[in-house]
């Protein structure tokens, strides 16, 4: 049995009477995996969540690069695959068995009927769901911000490599060029650049004045440009 | 009062009962907008969602590049801000009347309280905030192969451009160039650039044997690397 202190701990059931918990348990269903099993492979439909009632699990992901990445280690009382079951998306990560483990499974259909029951854990699942969300919004907004960033670094880099002069300060690029220029040049808007340029002003990549830019520091600008990390 | 069908046919009232639609209705305020007015913009806190009683209502978004663009035009009967209330999230539109609108409207407390009275709102509420995330997640991961596929793009260009030969099929990159090559040239596994290689040769860019590869469609290519559309 996984210690009723770590249950209660668990986000998904925040506020839920011990009555009901006792209830929720009882339409769980008990898995055993072996050391170095797979519960499940990435991609896999979404059927069920687990709570690990012992033992540990390890979450594993393969990177847009093709490599097996691990996510994360569960212990005693974590739960994983809820986020997958109730939105219905694959599961996201391989689960495998990093030694003999016991976990507490629910299906989803079943999980659905328990919320219909007890109210209050559609509203934690809820939670859990949009906490998700956040993220992959954030990482959304993350990588669409870089790829405008890029575009406008490789089009000053283009400029520099064209008719770039030495200065003290760095590399100037010896011609009058305006924002809007900039913008025309990298596909972008006026506003972005601007907001793209100030950032790089106070990170000392480069120095902008009205219609001059100088490239304090290339290295960090082919690094954006380039986009090794992605 | 927004005729009952088209309540119903709302996906956040599926199998809620005529009385319980009735409740949830009286705890809806009541907002009238001139033409042209504001209800909210684009990353204001969402504190409450809609459904337009009477009216049309515009949809719009700052795209990354800072151009407002028109997302979707409501009307009569039709829902919107129902992922930001429930996930939490700021709105990630702005709205304003087309012409003079009424809108039914729920806080995010109010809309809570209903769902823990009648859970099948909770439950099509997630099932709402789910087909959200997949979106975004296949935004995402579509976001997140583009990357790859254009630095793999870029090495290539980049060998036609130091060592192309002009044959009749195309550019032909002279030298011996196995996959693990190119995966190294571009940061990325030999799986992937297997499988992205393959996707290329069936759209015809590229023709590639074991060891060697010619562009076919040149400008394809460099439509990948320079990523215009992002």
């Not at 011990?18 to 269903?29: F, G, K, N, P, V």
């Not at 009382?77 to 030694?99: H, K, Q, R, T």
């Not at 906490?131 to 890029?150: C, G, K, N, S």
Request: net charge negative; glycine share 6%.
């Amino acid at each position: 049995m996984v210690p009723s202190h770590l249950l209660k701990q668990q986000p998904l059931f925040r506020q839920i009477d011990e009555r009901a918990l006792e209830d929720i348990l009882q339409h769980a269903h008990t898995r055993t995996l072996e050391k170095g099993a797979f519960l499940f492979y990435q991609d896999d439909p979404a059927t069920a969540f687990y709570i690990v009632e012992r033992g540990r699990i390890r979450l594993s992901q393969l990177s847009p690069e093709g490599q097996q990445v691990i996510v994360r280690f569960l212990t005693e009382g974590e739960a994983f695959g809820i986020v997958a079951v109730l939105s219905n998306i694959p599961y996201p990560v391989a689960a495998d068995a990093v030694e003999e483990t016991t976990l507490l499974g629910w299906e989803g259909e079943t999980f659905r009927h328990l919320m219909l029951k007890y109210p209050q854990l559609a509203l934690n699942g809820m939670q859990i769901m949009a906490q998700y969300m956040r993220e992959t919004i954030a990482r959304l907004r993350e990588i669409t911000t870089e790829r405008v960033e890029q575009r406008i670094a490789r089009a000053l880099l283009r400029l520099a490599r064209q008719m770039g002069k030495k200065t003290p300060d760095g590399i100037l690029i010896d011609m009058t060029l305006t924002r809007k220029d900039v913008a025309e040049m990298s596909g972008t808007t006026l506003y972005t650049v601007s907001r793209t340029l100030s950032k790089w002003q106070e990170a000392g990549f480069i120095q902008s004045s009205r219609e001059q830019i100088c490239i304090c520091n290339p290295h960090q600008l082919a690094q954006i440009a380039e986009d090794w990390e992605a």
